[in-house]
């Protein structure tokens, strides 16, 4: 179990998505960008050009350096592009999510939840 | 609303290669083997009212799943009406109009598995409140679920594991007292205000730092009262924008949470399930050794007469 350290300062939710998704998210107002030294957004906006390398920066920054990050939610078709990294994310928090987006539907079998799901099971 | 129901897929039967001696009160012949079994029988039942269990919070999850699905689709189905009419100068709601300085408007708590707030028990009754007072725009369903969230300790979810919650921020009880109505579902109370006003931004977005307890001249560290993300695209947003808002705003604050919640709560299920699968595998060596020894014991007994 986690200790309260672990999660007390952890109050923004992140988004790693498409364009639409991120718009959507962000209208709920989760969008959060820190004071001007650092500039650090808690969202990536993810077209045609963006390169798996900079997925795969945003996740590590969202999931192991920066601390306030509570909750990750990811397109599922962009968590297919760092597959490998999703799955082996093992850390109680931030808590990964993956979300469909407009263009791909959602498919369970590729959810990493249901995954676990399976591998309890012993599929 | 979550499927609540309790057990939709029935646990698998007790595995019952796992238990050699299926009748072992019949004879009683083997004194040594009947704690062994016992045990093996103990942590077997354990599993499987832990696989009941995780099977219900699946069926939730998978529930949750469908609903978050549902409300998306409805999103990007707004976004997209609102980008084919948009108005002439807007090329697409999209990051071209992202405010540089956003500030969280909603923000998560995670709260421990007692039901203590992380951050502080003073804000989990400020945001329970001002979520009521918020929710009169988003209907009673809400208000309905908000009151079923207060009820902590019921949930066996809450007992284990962590709980995540999204709430505005800062509580607008505090600042603009109950205007949250006249803009619809979910909509901040700053926002409100500005979307009530005559659309002079910035008097608007200083508004609520006056409000505050900290006053205006906090530095650049405090973080400003977010504004409303619907005035990063004008004043006057096509209602498609704003109904798109409201679906992201419901996904947000009640569906995504609680997915969190259960996910945190599936993964400690399932640690205790391994656990307890190792504890039986380890009972049922123990078991199978006596068995052999009392074989060979009897072996001996049966050449010496």
């Given at each position: 179990m986690a200790s309260q350290a672990d999660f007390r300062d952890r109050q923004f939710l992140a988004v790693i998505g498409d364009e639409d998704s991120v718009t959507g998210l962000l209208l709920a107002g989760i969008g959060h960008v820190t004071a001007p030294p650092d500039n650090q957004k808690n969202f990536l906006v993810v077209d045609a050009k963006t390169d798996n390398a900079s997925i795969e920066a945003a996740f590590e920054r969202f999931t192991t350096e920066r601390k306030d990050i509570g909750i990750v939610l990811i397109n599922q078709h962009i968590a297919d592009r760092i597959r490998n990294r999703v799955d082996t994310y093992t850390q109680a928090f931030p808590t990964i999510l993956e979300i469909p987006s407009k263009d791909h539907p959602y498919d369970p079998e590729k959810d990493s939840v249901l995954r676990r799901v399976r591998r309890l099971f012993g599929e | 609303m979550p499927n609540t129901n309790p057990n939709p897929h029935p646990a698998?039967?007790?595995?019952?290669?796992?238990?050699?001696?299926?009748?072992?009160?019949?004879?009683?012949?083997?004194?040594?083997t009947k704690p062994a079994t016992t045990d093996t029988n103990r942590e077997t039942s354990t599993i499987d009212a832990l696989l009941t269990g995780y099977l219900s919070l699946l069926d939730e999850y998978t529930a949750l799943r469908h609903t978050l699905h549902a409300l998306q689709a409805r999103m990007y189905h707004d976004l997209a009406r609102a980008n084919f009419a948009a108005e002439r100068g807007v090329r697409r709601y999209g990051r071209d109009y992202y405010d540089g300085r956003m500030q969280a408007g909603r923000r998560v708590r995670v709260c421990d598995g007692g039901g203590g707030l992380a951050g502080g028990d003073v804000d989990v009754k400020g945001a329970e409140g001002d979520r009521e007072e918020e929710g009169v725009g988003g209907g009673g369903e809400r208000e309905g679920e908000d009151g079923k969230k207060g009820e902590e300790g019921d949930d066996p979810r809450e007992r284990e594991g962590v709980v995540f919650r999204v709430a505005v921020y800062p509580p607008p009880g505090r600042g603009a007292g109950g205007k949250g109505e006249d803009e619809g579902p979910g909509t901040e109370a700053p926002t409100t205000e500005a979307a009530d006003g005559n659309g002079n931004g910035d008097r608007e977005e200083k508004k609520p730092g006056k409000e505050g307890p900290a006053g205006g001249g906090e530095g650049e560290k405090q973080s400003v009262n977010p504004i409303d993300p619907l005035r990063w695209f004008g004043i006057l947003t096509p209602l498609p924008l704003r109904q798109a808002q409201g679906h992201a705003i419901k996904a947000v604050e009640e569906i995504i949470p609680q997915l969190a919640t259960l996910s945190a709560a599936m993964a400690a299920v399932e640690l205790e399930v391994r656990r307890a699968r190792k504890k039986r595998a380890k009972a049922e060596k123990a078991e199978e050794k006596k068995l052999v020894a009392l074989e060979e014991k009897m072996g001996e007994v049966d050449v010496n007469e």
């Open positions: - | 698998p039967p007790p595995n019952s290669t796992s238990n050699p001696n299926p009748h072992p009160t019949s004879s009683s012949s083997s004194p040594p």
